[in-house]
């Protein structure tokens, strides 16, 4: 069974500063990995997805996450993050052969003036 | 840019009563489902519908739950006879072919009173 842990359900940064949300999944096969964005009041939106080409994977809006297979992890970055980046973020994992797709319990970002 | 439009947006219903969430799906996607998200937890995965029929169901997509494609555009979630634990928002997808991206829909929050 696939499944997805996200570290810290309320990370807060500072303006200008390195985001980091964590991600780690579970998959017996090789994973399909998601990170979505739900800015309030509105529905999820794709940041950015692995589908098993390059580990190193760039997303909207200056995001980027790197696949870590030894490490099971799937971590997002920002190097400067922006008061617009304030948002509920959600890691999630599916398996290619079907078509749910497995969220984690999401982590709230915010943004420190 | 296409979208994944649902109505309403928000649906406030009596416990026991019938409801109807409706789904546009983005106009060439062939693969359809729904998920929702409780007040606090993850979204969780509740259906996928291909093909006119059901492709795959969580253990929460009981014989309380139905969907349909009644047309060529709509996707409707039908909850029979509502609880107050069906209170949350649920959101529809869209996929042009399984495995592929899904985009999600604002949602529609529907609170059982």
């Known amino acids: 069974a696939q499944s997805v842990t996200q570290l810290g359900s309320h990370v807060s940064v500072s303006e200008g500063a390195l985001v980091l949300l964590r991600c780690n999944y579970s998959?017996?096969?090789?994973?399909?990995l998601f990170w979505y964005v739900q800015y309030p009041n509105q529905g999820l939106q794709l940041l950015l997805k692995y589908t098993s080409a390059a580990t190193l994977v760039k997303g909207i809006n200056g995001f980027e996450a790197e696949f870590k297979k030894s490490e099971t992890s799937f971590h997002l970055t920002k190097p400067s993050a922006h008061m617009s980046d304030a948002a509920e973020y959600f890691c999630?994992?599916?398996?290619?052969?079907?078509?749910?797709?497995?969220f984690g319990k999401g982590t709230r970002l915010h943004i420190l003036p | 840019e296409p979208e994944v439009t649902q109505t309403p947006s928000h649906q406030v219903t009596q416990m026991g009563q019938e409801v109807i969430l409706r789904c546009v799906p983005i106009s060439n996607h062939l693969y359809f489902y729904w998920y929702r998200q409780i007040l606090g937890q993850k979204v969780e995965f509740l259906v996928s519908?291909?093909?006119?029929?059901?492709?795959?169901k969580s253990e929460i997509f009981d014989d309380q739950f139905s969907v349909e494609r009644p047309d060529g555009s709509n996707f409707t979630l039908k909850i029979r006879s509502t609880k107050l634990e069906d209170s949350a928002m649920y959101f529809c997808?869209?996929?042009?072919?399984?495995?592929?991206?899904?985009?999600f829909g604002p949602g529609t929050r529907l609170t059982v009173l």
């Open positions: 997808a869209s996929s042009v072919t399984s495995g592929n991206e899904q985009f």
């Open positions: 999630a994992v599916s398996d290619h052969r079907d078509d749910k797709i497995i």
């Open positions: 519908f291909y093909n006119n029929e059901i492709s795959e």
């Open positions: 998959s017996s096969v090789p994973p399909y």
